[in-house]
């Protein structure tokens, strides 16, 4: 016979029940409000008398009733951790302090912090920019590159700071227009995902980087493969300014996607070509090409179709063999992409499995300095320019990754913390509470794209004055000129090591002949790699 104590889990079920009786008691007898808690407490006991029975919940069998209180808090726990008690320093991913520094830059607001650093100087990590006795006032912070290779006929000349890859369909339509229209206002490109061009992008009338994906979505035939005239009609719009080939990305590296019939709206059909009622797939891997060599001549077809528009690729480095497969198929070809955007696994815009955003991939310092080294290694550095997207919101952030090799810095995050983002992270449940990631009309009404836009553009200018202010304090008259040498890392809480020590830029050519005794890990995955095959050598 079960004891008092174990029965004692029942004493809330218990207490509803009663209270039900003496409620409804209560209400014949004197009428009047005693109806409303005895309808409250049958309700209660009607779910007591459900919980006991259900299956699917072994704490609300053992507590009908109570047991609800648990899921209760389990629900709300990330906004009490969010407001009440996560410090402004705990990334979650992004703390507060970063969240508030976009914010306060977005609406134009004072992005002063008096009293001294909160950073702990003295900690493993810590890293910081060395400056000169004798800086430089810079007074045009709009900082360009020039991207486009001896093969590309129109050019680019980007902005160091654009809007990384998020698709219609991940994000609304609202936000799809404000950024875009943000991106117009401000002068700098906005990554269309790989959910091509849709109406929102047009009607933003910014430049566009038309990522093209395994779905090939713009671009796609009704079997699913790549249809070279459609790509065309794409590419060749004017607000198209560049094409991405995407092979990967940081937040989910080497998966696919499928978005469910029900998902797919009419726009969301018309802007990737696809048919409603049907499930929508994209491969974990590119049908038009299967060997590094069959890669770059994809990359030159893409160029021609586009009219000698720049054409590179975006990949989150995995086999770093098979990265040099691929340079060594730019060497046997003599086709080289424009440009290579390097995603850190940081990056997190894609909803994925946990073990994907957590366990697979490299981080973005380590990435980035393996393409600039390997591209300097094989005599194709001064062709290639080199993008770098991975939690870059700051001007820190973006003279650290100039510094350890790229030309210029993407960021999804950021500018969507820009356009109002609380980082709630529901972006997989179409619950968005401020209607940036969701394509719920009612929500997304909420996103005002006017006044979001200018928020947009004004995150933008204000990050690189910033970053203006950051070159000058380091005595240099433009961002592309930090090297490894003007960063510190902490590497203990005593020792400190220079960016060029951790980081070297190693020798121009040097995975091209013997003279160079550098490198050696390098060379040694440079002779397994093959142009005509990804796959590994025998052993």
Known sequence: MPDIRSMMRYTTFAGVVAASALCFVAALTWGGWWVIPTLVFILLSLQGWHDVRQTHHSVLRNYPVLGHVRFLFESIRPEIRQYLIESDQDEEPFSRDARSLVYQRAKGQEDKRPFGTRERVYDAGYSWVTHSVMPIEIEDTDFRVKIGGPACTQPYNASLYNISAMSFGSLSANAIQ????????????????????????????????????????????????????????????????????????????????????????????????????????????????????????????????????????????????????????????????????????????????????????????EGLTFVHNTLRGAGLRDQVKIGAAGKVISAFHLARALSLGADWCNSARGFMFSIGCIQAQACHTNHCPVGVATQDPTRQRALDVGSKAERVARFHHNTLKALGEMTGAAGLRHPGEFMPQHIMLRQGDKAMIEGNEAYPDLPMGFLLDDKHDVGVDYRNRWARADAASFAPPPC
Not at 230 to 259: C, W, Y
Not at 338 to 346: C, R, S, Y
Request: glycine fraction near 14%; charge should be negative.
């Open 178 to 365: 404000a950024l875009n229209t943000g991106a117009k206002l401000g002068g700098f490109a906005h990554d269309t995902g790989e959910g091509s061009v849709s109406r929102y992008h047009k009607a933003g009338g910014g430049d566009l980087i038309y990522q093209v994906a395994s779905g090939y979505f713009g671009a796609r035939a009704e079997d699913g493969r790549f249809d070279p005239e459609k790509f065309r009609q794409t590419a060749n719009l004017d607000q198209v300014k560049m094409i991405e080939l995407k092979l990967s990305q940081g937040a989910k590296p080497g998966h696919g996607g499928m978005l469910p019939a029900s998902k797919i709206t009419p726009e969301i059909a018309e802007a990737r070509g696809i048919p409603m009622g049907f499930d929508c797939v994209s491969p974990a891997a590119h049908s038009a090409f299967s060997t590094p060599i069959e890669m770059m001549q994809f990359i030159g077809e893409l160029r021609t179709l586009s009219g000698g528009k720049p054409v590179g690729f975006k990949l989150c480095i995995g086999h770093r063999r098979e990265f040099m497969c691929m340079v060594k198929a730019m060497l046997e070809t003599g086709i080289a992409p424009d440009f290579i955007v390097v995603d850190g696994t940081e990056g997190g815009t894609g909803a994925a499995p946990v073990e994907f955003s957590n366990h697979i991939g490299m981080p973005l310092t």
